[in-house]
């Protein structure tokens, strides 16, 4: 069976493959299912069949374009695993058959901030949100009748076949299952790492998480396995505190449930501040009341959410002077080729559960009604199946 297959995606090396793509043709109207062609990868480049994708909220922003600058044509999607189809001119460390995470963020593992043990911003492939085409030669790999559509992140998995620079895959273990593993491809290592890379929090602290869908949730699990003695999940959609249980959440706050700022309400609960606040909701006021809600003298604040692109972060400075510090992060400070394949690991160990994030599950043909589920605050990751 596996040699029946590895056959099949060896054959269409080197050729360009038709296939099915959920393509946004506009801001905020439903995708719709079209014949893709895809084109091989060139140096440097991958293809790889996704397997299983999901939608993580980063998507719809830039669907909505609301606050985001649009680029349409595009073929959306960035949290999936997939195997390796064929590889580009150049490329050692992957072979057709491998099994892959897409990650938004790459890793080229030449650059100083590859080279860097604190950084996972590269220079050659960190995250682009306006980059509609591959590094290579500045094109789309997608084309539909000669028209090319955009791709979105690097990694654009709403597509049967997609492209991606060789440094934007983690090769994972190929026992892992791909239907769970997938939302290790952004938004649990997102949470987990901000939690665990940045947050830090101490053995014992208490941490505030603002925004419990999967990011926050992730985060909930990081101060969970980082033995927080308290969590208090912060939320404006009441349904999200069930699901947060599971989490190992302890407190829930909604904001609107009080006549004061969120971050007195925190205060008055755990003697003047919390030690660590993580903010996963890409709501600016939120990101200042995490920031505001963290104990002064050594309490850490750090930004996740992707904000409108144009907020500003307005503070007293005299919260700095009183020894608070912000920080924020991409894909939790995670390098995508060095350390996802030992997130899957946690996985596979049973230290991290997937399972409790994973509430939705439909074919890829009904791939909206993923996007209606998050638009409705319904759930928290919807797994998109592609052979369905
Ligand atoms: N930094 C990164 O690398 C990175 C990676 C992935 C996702 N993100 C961002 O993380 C955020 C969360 O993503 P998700 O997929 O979990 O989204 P989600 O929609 O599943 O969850 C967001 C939650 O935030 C809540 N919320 C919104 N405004 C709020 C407010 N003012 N106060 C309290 N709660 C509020 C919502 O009710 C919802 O439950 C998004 O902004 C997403 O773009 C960032
Ligand atoms: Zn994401
Ligand atoms: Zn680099």
């Not at 006549?259 to 903010?279: F, H, N, S, W, Y």
């Not at 509430?359 to 993923?370: C, D, G, P, Q, Y």
């Amino acid at each position: 069976m596996k040699h029946h297959l590895l056959n099949i995606m060896s054959s269409t090396a080197g050729l360009v493959i038709p296939c099915r793509a959920a393509v946004a043709w506009e801001a905020g109207k439903p995708l719709v299912i079209e014949q893709v062609e895809v084109a091989p990868p060139q140096a440097m480049e991958v293809r790889i069949k996704v397997k299983y994708t999901s939608l993580c909220h980063t998507d719809l922003y830039f669907w909505e374009s609301k606050g985001q600058t649009p680029l349409f044509p595009r073929i959306f999607g960035h949290e999936a695993a997939g195997i390796v189809e064929s590889v580009g001119e150049g490329v050692t460390e992957l072979k057709p058959g491998d099994h892959v995470l897409p990650v938004f963020t790459g890793e080229c593992k030449e650059c100083r901030h590859c080279k860097s043990e604190e950084s996972n911003m590269c220079d050659l492939l960190r995250i682009n949100t306006d980059r509609g085409v591959m590094l290579n030669d500045g094109k789309s790999r997608f084309s539909i009748k000669g028209q090319p559509i955009n791709h979105f992140l690097g990694t654009s998995t709403f597509s049967e076949y997609t492209v991606l620079h060789v440094g934007c895959l983690a090769k994972i273990n190929p026992s892992a299952p791909l239907d769970k593993v997938c939302i290790v491809s952004c938004g649990v290592s997102t949470g987990l790492g901000a939690t665990l890379n940045v947050a830090k929090p101490k053995r014992g602290s208490i941490v505030a998480v603002f925004g419990l869908g999967a990011v926050g949730l992730a985060a909930c699990e990081g101060a969970r396995i980082a033995g927080a003695s308290k969590i208090i999940g912060v939320d404006l959609n009441p349904n999200r505190f069930e699901d947060a249980k599971k989490f190992g959440v302890t407190d829930f706050v909604n904001p609107k449930d009080h006549q004061k700022p969120v971050q007195e309400v925190l205060a008055e609960m755990t003697d003047g501040g919390v030690d660590r606040a993580i903010e996963c909701t890409g709501n600016i006021n939120a990101m200042i009341s995490a920031f505001e809600s963290v104990h002064d003298g050594w309490g850490v604040a750090v930004l996740v959410g992707v904000p409108h692109k144009d907020a500003i972060f307005t503070t007293k400075p005299i919260n700095f002077l009183n020894e608070r510090t912000l920080k924020g992060t991409f894909f939790g400070n995670y390098k995508p080729r060095t350390d996802i394949p030992n997130v899957v690991e946690m996985y596979m160990k049973k230290e991290l559960e997937l399972d409790k994030f994973l509430t939705h599950r439909v074919k890829f043909s009904e791939i909206n009604k993923a996007f209606d589920l998050m638009v409705n605050g319904e759930g928290l990751r919807c797994i998109i199946s592609m052979d369905d």
